[in-house]
């Protein structure tokens, strides 16, 4: 299965394309969709929607995963980056991907197998697992797989498999499917 994470924001959109296989974890690509306080906010979320838009149609998810907001002092924050999240959202379902949505908490725990365990725990946990040198930056990229990861190992991204076996009416060979190239 191939997952993309995206940690929604409109400054930095962190994002990170893994390949989870037999339990295993292959990092295809990771990331920053980055726009300046300079340019219209309009003009940001266009940029964020066709860079998202581009990432889809390049790695070809079979899910995106997304982090969902919670807000806490600052709401006018947390408006535009819900407004982010919906061009994100948006260029999911114009691609005709699913999307899944993640609390911190429940990444958390599926990464680090405890839901209130310190950022940087989540992120060493995150390199560990993808074999990564270092953890990657900005942090923001660094959520993005972590979102990924917690996808990977939830629930829904088994049932998401079976649906898709489901839909093709046999048995998928996933690796397979994804070295002939079929959709």
Known sequence: MRILGIDPGYAIVGYGVVEYFQARFTTLAYGAITTTPDEPFERRLLKIYEETKELLIRHRPDAVAIE?????????????????????????????????????????????????????????????????????????????????VCHAHSASSRLLEQAMRAKGGITVDLQRKRNTGIR
């Open 68 to 148: 969902k907001l919670f807000f806490y002092n600052n709401k006018t924050t947390g408006i535009d980056v819900a407004q982010a999240r919906g061009v994100i959202l948006l260029a999911c379902a114009q691609c005709g991907v699913p999307n899944y949505e993640y609390t911190p908490m429940q990444v958390k725990q599926a990464v680090v197998g405890y839901g209130k365990a310190q950022k940087i725990q989540v992120m060493e946990m995150t390199k560990r697992l993808l074999r990564l040198s270092s953890v990657p930056k900005p942090d923001d990229t660094a959520d993005a797989l972590a979102v990924a």
